[in-house]
């Protein structure tokens, strides 16, 4: 049995295009269709109601284009809309638990940290569930407000002092903790690695939530023999809700080598 059906993946922006990068990666079978809700980014900066509203909105349009399962490639909607997938039709994945997995596995120290929004760190979704796995952890949190825009603006290069210092300042609890291990709790992020690496040093352990998310999803798709079955070649389909400036330089950041020049459609979400 086979399901050819699409994978429906939103993020609140492009940072959700490094999850989709990495199922690109692991399952290249599988076809896409992606919505960026990028006329209404951040989400991470907004209250509970309204983030669980455009979640809704993100959820339908996907439905709409008949797929075979939603991914939240979204740490800020994982963390505190996720309930808003319990009457979906299709299964939901989120990013959230699958990369607490892996750095519950990976500490030595027991320290982890979690860059993210200040939604998801509010929600305090990553420590609880750190926590429930590993009590004697000790959680090192940090708001990285400003790191959005930054991504979204494309200024991302290992060379880009905006970045680097924002970062530094973001990062100073983590390094006098001492963490060994760092989730980068919002999806935006793993395009900021770099950089993050050079100012934590290389004996940090990055976690990538497409990464592990990504493992989850062929592991789902595996036990419900719902792969698709390759007698074509993947389709990706990228939906935005709005087109910036710098939109077309942050997609190619954001998919790396996975950007073949797709061409992006602008739907108007509200009316969905
Ligand atoms: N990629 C989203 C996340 O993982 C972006 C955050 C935002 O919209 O503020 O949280």
């Known amino acids: 049995m086979a ?8 993020d609140s922006g492009l940072g959700g295009l490094t999850v989709a990068r990495e199922i690109m990666k692991l399952l290249p079978n599988e076809n896409i269709v992606y919505f ?6 951040p989400y991470g900066t907004k209250g509970r109601d309204t983030i669980r509203k455009y979640a809704l909105q993100d959820e339908r349009f996907l439905l709409s ?9 979204c740490g800020t909607v994982s963390s505190v809309a996720a309930d808003t997938a319990e009457s979906l039709p299709v299964p939901f994945v989120e990013v959230v638990s699958h990369s607490v997995r892996v750095a519950v596995r990976a500490t030595k120290n027991g320290k982890i ?3 993210a929004t200040s939604a998801t760190i509010n929600s305090g979704a990553h420590k609880k569930q750190i926590l429930e796995s590993l009590p004697s952890a000790q959680v090192i949190e940090s708001a990285g407000t400003l790191l959005v825009p930054i991504v979204e603006e494309g200024w991302t290069t290992l060379d880009d002092t905006v970045a680097i210092e924002t970062l530094r300042r973001y990062l100073k609890p983590m390094i006098d903790a001492g963490v060994d291990t ?8 793993p395009v900021l690695s770099s950089i993050i690496r050079n100012i934590l040093g290389g004996s940090v352990t990055l976690i990538n939530m497409g ?8 592991k789902l798709l595996e036990n419900s ?18 087109k910036t400036k710098s939109f077309e330089k942050t997609v190619k950041v954001l998919l790396g080598d996975y950007n073949k020049d797709f061409e992006i459609e602008q739907v108007d979400i509200e009316k969905v």
């Open 225 to 242: 023999n719902s792969l698709n079955d390759g007698t074509l070649a993947p389709k990706y389909d990228f939906y935005a809700s709005d």
């Open 3 to 10: 399901d050819n059906r699409a994978i429906g993946v939103f």
């Open 113 to 115: 940290g979690i860059l």
């Open 211 to 218: 990464e592990a998310t990504a493992k989850a999803i062929e």
């Open 182 to 189: 760092l989730i980068l709790g919002c999806t935006h992020f």
């Open 65 to 73: 284009h008949d797929v075979k399962m939603i991914v939240a490639a």
């Open 36 to 41: 960026g809700d990028t006329g209404r980014v």
